[in-house]
């Protein structure tokens, strides 16, 4: 009864959606009070029946019900518990399920946070929220149901896959839906402000704080699965530019253009037009992402599934929200003001060019993501665009960005601002950047590397005299959005010159070792000690115990997954400041004299930590500067 319980509720979550929908619509239009509450409450008990929808969903893998076709195919009875709760978003019907509990969770949010104000706009902005859950909802109940029952039950179940049980992977789904479903609050923003024919200012000032959550959940997330592609895939990698990556840096390229271009508007009104364009284009390129995982037009470790007709309906979607939605922006967009115009050296110049770099690198990754994709369909074959395109077009407007980020802070709005003063101020940055040039070269940097250094020692520069020149606020939330943005800031140069200093590191050493035998690598020796068994709950394995010299013990394992019948590495790493001792362990190989060696491959991986330290900076100035936004929004509302 569990799963029938489980249907019940989706049921109740789409028909409340659709009772959203309506009566936010009909409030907006008439001021109906009761109708206004019946909005809010139908938004609330939409995400209570998701919940609860959810919460079965994983009591059904607890229990190892495979009766439940999306249970029998992602679980199995010797899983560990951990991985059994988070098989529960392991797969598509259930990672589709959990997209709709954030979706209903954010139109809740809006119902009761947004536009305390303006409750025209918010109960139109909660009625398209309706309408977007509605949408996802039904896909769910037609073609993903996850409580769908199965006819021959087996006894023991199948296996998740064996690279996605893991801690850091169980968290990142999540944390991504949050951002990805988070800029769906920036869309229904835009589009009810649009219809509602409010001016650019108040539909930014709107949108800003749920966009900087959104994006800040991104980073979190696309971090995260970063790490996991680091230590869990064995190839000693963070970025590859797999198809599937792409589909989550490209909201997140749209929505960092968003925010800067809402600040702008919200100042100044300026980019009005524009900021709601970003807005709209930021949540489908989230659906993009969803279409190319789970239509099977891709295949990748990070696909969900490989099935054209859920495809065809998410395609439909975002066919239907960017269609929609960008009908409705060129019929619309006049009523948002244009602003009263700037000068070519004020701030919004530059945050023009920050929003201008952030688009075109968007554009190149979507071409090369899709283009292979649109090359298939008119019959030509073997067509890919590898690292190399990425590498060679995407970064160098990336490395762009640098030479601005720094300076937009010291620029008055409207008014040109560079003066004789900054000038000056930014002679000062430029030593520090010839010292970060010089680094990349010593470290035998390529020229587009030693470039990125050189700009991030700049960009370092000015973000220490933003910090000096603006030491004097006085606002609690001043301060908190000035450590944000620094902080964010901050955190693009480290992963800046992290970049740099992994794009130096020496290619993969591999070699076949016998226990008491030895590889030097990197100023590292390591000594095969003993290579002996290590089973888990569910894998039998292999470890090595590897002596290392100056310091320390290291113990990679070679895993095979019986149920899945796959084999993985489980990599040991050895972090020091100077970067991180990578080691494998692969294949046990028979020598002629009948002595057993084992494959060990080993790289440095020089400074590797500064991309995670980076991402931590960014995440922690979003989180600093939406909690400044909230406070703002407190002290406006007991003014008002």
Not at 280 to 294: D, E, N, P
Not at 451 to 472: K, P
Not at 542 to 558: K, S, T
């Amino acid at each position: 009864m569990i799963a029938e319980f489980g249907h019940f509720f989706i049921a109740l979550a789409l028909t409340l959606s659709l009772f959203q929908l309506a009566a936010g619509w009909h409030a907006a239009g008439s001021g109906s009070r009761i109708f206004a509450a019946m909005a809010e409450r139908a938004s609330f008990g939409a995400l209570v029946g998701t919940m609860m929808a959810f919460a079965l969903l994983i009591i059904l893998f607890l229990q190892s019900d495979f009766s439940v076709t999306y249970v029998a195919s992602h679980s199995h009875v010797d899983k560990p518990l951990f991985y059994k709760i988070a098989a529960a978003w392991g797969g598509h019907e259930g990672s589709m399920l959990l997209w709709c509990v954030m979706l209903t969770a954010m139109g809740a949010a809006l119902a009761r946070f947004a536009l305390s104000n303006d409750a025209p706009l918010r109960l139109r902005t909660v009625s398209v929220q309706g309408a977007l859950q509605l949408l996802f909802l039904s896909f769910l109940v037609f073609a993903s149901n996850p409580f769908e029952r199965l006819a021959d039950v087996p006894v023991r179940g199948a296996e998740l896959n064996p690279i996605l049980q893991d801690p850091a992977l169980a968290v990142h789904p999540p944390t991504l839906y949050i951002g990805y479903v988070g800029l769906s609050a920036a869309f229904s923003l835009a589009v009810a402000g649009l219809i509602e024919g409010r001016g650019g200012r108040a539909i930014a000032a709107a949108l800003r704080p749920w966009s900087l959550i959104a994006w800040t959940a991104l980073t979190a997330g696309i971090a995260l699965g970063a790490w996991w592609a680091y230590y869990e895939l064995g190839w000693g990698g963070w970025w590859f530019w797999d198809p599937v990556e792409n589909a989550s840096f490209m909201p997140w390229l749209i929505a960092a253009a968003l925010i800067h271009s809402a600040i702008a508007t919200e100042r100044t009104g300026n980019y009005a037009g524009w900021t709601a364009f970003l807005a709209i284009m930021a949540f489908s390129m989230s659906t993009l992402g969803a279409f190319l995982v789970r239509s099977g037009v891709l295949t990748s470790v990070h696909a969900f599934a490989l099935d054209p007709e859920r495809g065809l309906w998410i395609l439909a979607i975002m066919t239907l929200l960017a269609g929609g939605g960008l009908t409705l922006f060129a019929l619309r967009s006049h009523l948002l003001g244009h602003g009263k115009g700037f000068a070519l050296s004020s701030r919004e110049a530059f945050i023009g060019i920050n929003n201008l770099l952030l688009t075109v690198v968007t554009g190149i990754v979507l071409i090369g993501t899709v283009y292979p994709l649109i090359a298939a369909a008119f019959g030509a074959t073997g067509v890919s665009i590898g690292a190399a395109y990425y590498n060679f077009v995407a970064t160098k407007f990336l490395a762009a960005l640098l030479i601005f980020l720094p300076l937009a802070p010291f620029l008055p709005w409207r008014k040109a601002g560079l003066t004789r003063a900054l000038a000056v101020r930014a002679s000062l940055w430029i030593l520090p950047g010839v010292l970060g040039g010089l680094w990349a070269v010593w470290i035998g940097a390529s020229p587009i590397a030693i470039a990125a250094a050189a700009l991030a020692g700049w960009t370092l520069a000015g973000l220490t005299a933003d910090l000096w020149h603006h030491r004097s606020l006085v606002s609690g939330s001043a301060r908190l959005g000035l450590a944000g943005r620094l902080l964010a800031h901050a955190g693009i140069v480290a992963i800046a010159l992290g970049a740099v200093a992994d794009s130096t590191g020496e290619p993969e050493t591999t070699a076949a070792l016998v226990p008491g035998e030895s590889l030097a690598v990197a100023g590292y020796t390591l000594t095969l000690d003993a290579v002996t068994r290590a089973d888990g709950p569910n894998y039998l394995a292999d470890e090595a115990r590897i002596d290392l010299q100056p310091d320390g013990v290291m113990r990679p394992q070679r895993r095979f997954y019986t149920a899945a019948e796959t084999t993985t590495r489980e990599v040991a790493i050895h972090s020091r400041p100077s970067g991180d001792l990578y080691v494998s362990l692969g294949e046990p190989r028979t020598r002629a004299n009948g002595e057993i060696a084992y494959e060990i491959r080993v790289s440095f991986n020089p400074l590797v930590w500064l991309l995670g330290l980076g991402a931590i900076l960014i995440v922690i100035g979003g989180l600093l500067a939406s909690v400044s936004r909230w406070m703002d929004r407190r002290r406006a509302e007991v003014a008002a």
